[in-house]
């Protein structure tokens, strides 16, 4: 019966679909910028804002937060259940006291349930090599943590 075969298809290409993100105030959703693990979606538009500042939003969990490294960071993700590591890296420039205090109340927050965060930061990008090509990457810096706002709901 083929029937049966292009149901299931056709439930899980909808399954993997994401329904469009809103700004939330004057943060745009980060799908806006990036596609999966921080690819430009338009290369030529974020060459056009390499080193401006950028207010977006996106999901964080305890296991894309890199605090111990030397420059220390975090992964903004696009989707609560993108894959750990998959998003764009936030680079923490500054005090990294201050951010060990600051995220402390995140280590205990469970992966299965990211949180939202709005960074406000500036853009960077750089050279993501692929199997057989180049493409853009895109990072944030952010100068401190008043340029970060959690959204515990």
Request: glycine share 8%; hydrophobic share 40%.
């Amino acid at each position: 019966m083929v029937v049966q075969p292009l149901l299931i298809f056709i439930a899980l290409f909808f399954m993997g679909c994401h329904k469009p993100l809103e700004p939330i105030g004057t943060y745009q959703p980060l799908t806006t910028l990036v596609a999966k693990h921080g690819k430009a979606l338009d290369e030529e538009k974020i060459k056009r804002l390499e080193g401006k500042e950028v207010q977006v939003w996106g999901y964080l969990d305890r296991d894309n937060l890199l605090l111990e490294e030397r420059i220390p960071r975090f992964v903004l993700k696009r989707y609560p259940d993108d894959a750990i590591g998959s998003g764009v890296g936030v680079r923490l420039m500054g005090s990294r006291e201050s951010y060990q205090r600051f995220f402390e109340p995140l280590k205990d927050i469970d992966t299965e349930q990211p949180i939202r965060v709005l960074v406000k930061g500036k853009l960077y990008t750089f050279a993501r090599p692929t199997n057989f090509s180049t493409s853009t990457g895109v990072g944030l810096r952010v100068e401190s943590v008043e340029d970060i706002l959690v959204l515990w709901d």
